[in-house]
């Protein structure tokens, strides 16, 4: 099928071109547009698809934070990357997007060698009904991203006009979640949906306040075998938040595999205008 | 009195001398000497106060991550401080610690403007017994900086020996927390709370394996006033994990005030040998 030579939305979005070992030069993409400037996701992916191409990486991701410094505008980008340190066991790299003179997003990615250890798995994964009892989120409408994600919500959907000042409505989101059209996991894919919950002042709220993600870090706690075994099946995801203060509120969240292993955590602080 | 007129250990260890405006030198401190460097805490603390002292820097700390690239030893040590980007809204900084020719860490700050928006506070503080009902934790022999800490916990104390392989310990903590001396609370003091949980696999495990902070993030959700408010009384805190796996630990923390005030919300990987 043609479907199948072209390349996924995703794989699309975070293309680069290698202009030497640490600079590559990308593109915005529609695909992923949020309110005003891509996705946050795709940003973080962007960066990570990065760090996994220079030469010198080794192992696999551990962690990554990226700091959203400015609007991201439409159009060329380009990523720095740079190794700030390595030892056995982990890799430290810094990178950077920049357009024109501005910075627009800071990153650094972990690297952890591959290998066994002992484990503990205290954690334990929320218990929702199976994908298919649940209906699929229809974005039709909204940001073009939203539409690049199957998501079907136990609770918390992003819903406008529910709750309002008077009655905040939960922070609390579970739902099933993939690429649309699904795609095989991989750590690309995972550094994005770890911000697919939609920012929580939009449940909580009920509207839609000028609103943006400051400091986004995942820990990639799936390996890559784990990864694999997922494939393009829905992961469970599980968001929350305790405060919203000052024009800013933390978001915490967790994607897990469809058999039950914690696969990433992710933490943000997401800054509103009012 | 004259204890009154010298500094404070935390002051001591953060102590920097400002050689340009970005650029700081400082020294390792014994008081906080942990098993085979600095006290994770500390060091974010020395790079929170070298952000808060560069000349540009406007509003107060909302975010801070910083990656712990490599050990750090006993001796000096430089920081570098820049500003990526400012906005209305935000400032993003980025850091680095320096020893010689190496990158010991690398850190980004984000300050935010002070402002009064919509607020919401679904986060609720765990209850546990007042701070002077629960004995002070005896830190005697061990590292140093546990020493410069007055912890009180109501669950979840770091214990040798307890647990063990067959049956892993409960990596939940809950503890009050403060300086010990007592000292007011301030971001610098804040900041290397956040990392004042003990990692988490000694007290599931029960042994101190080789083991290291390899990123740590934390968002400043009270503002001066909260932080004035709580002066030198003993903070709540609350940590737990939810996966230990390939060398790697995730750990949460929240700081509340004693009035129930959340002031801190940590997030750390954790690397451990075997």
Not at 66 to 73: K, L, P, R, T
Request: charge should be negative.
């Amino acid at each position: 099928m043609l479907v199948e030579q072209q390349l996924h939305s995703l794989d699309r979005a975070v293309r680069l071109d290698q202009i030497d070992p640490g600079r590559f030069v990308g593109e915005t993409s529609p695909d992923y547009w949020n309110m005003a400037g891509p996705f946050g996701g795709v940003t973080a992916a962007v960066l990570m698809k990065a760090a996994l191409q220079h030469p010198q990486w080794r192992g696999r991701p551990v962690a990554q934070t990226v700091n959203f410094c400015g609007a991201i505008a439409q159009g060329g980008f380009e990523v720095v990357v740079a190794l700030a340190r390595e030892g056995r066991s982990t890799q430290h790299w810094r990178l950077e997007l920049v357009q024109g003179d501005s910075v627009a997003a800071t990153a650094t990615v972990v690297s952890g060698a591959s290998r066994e250890t002992w484990s503990h798995h205290p954690g334990v994964a929320p218990v929702i009904p199976a994908p298919e009892s649940l209906p699929v989120f229809s974005a039709a409408g909204r940001s073009s991203w939203l539409n690049r994600y199957e998501m079907r919500f136990e609770r918390g959907a992003p819903s406008r006009f529910e709750g309002g000042a008077d009655r905040p409505g939960s922070a609390e989101t579970r739902l099933w979640v993939r690429d649309a059209p699904a795609r095989p996991l991989d750590y690309v894919a995972l550094s994005a949906l770890a911000d697919s919950f939609v920012v929580r002042i939009l449940q909580v709220r009920g509207d839609v306040p000028p609103v943006a993600t400051v400091t986004l870090s995942t820990y990639f706690v799936g390996d890559e075998e784990e990864l694999a075994r997922q494939g393009d099946r829905p992961l469970l995801g599980a968001a929350n938040a305790r405060v919203f203060k000052h024009g800013f509120n933390d978001q915490s969240a967790e994607l897990w595999s469809d058999q039950g292993t914690l696969l990433a955590i992710s933490h943000q602080l997401v800054w509103f205008k009012s």
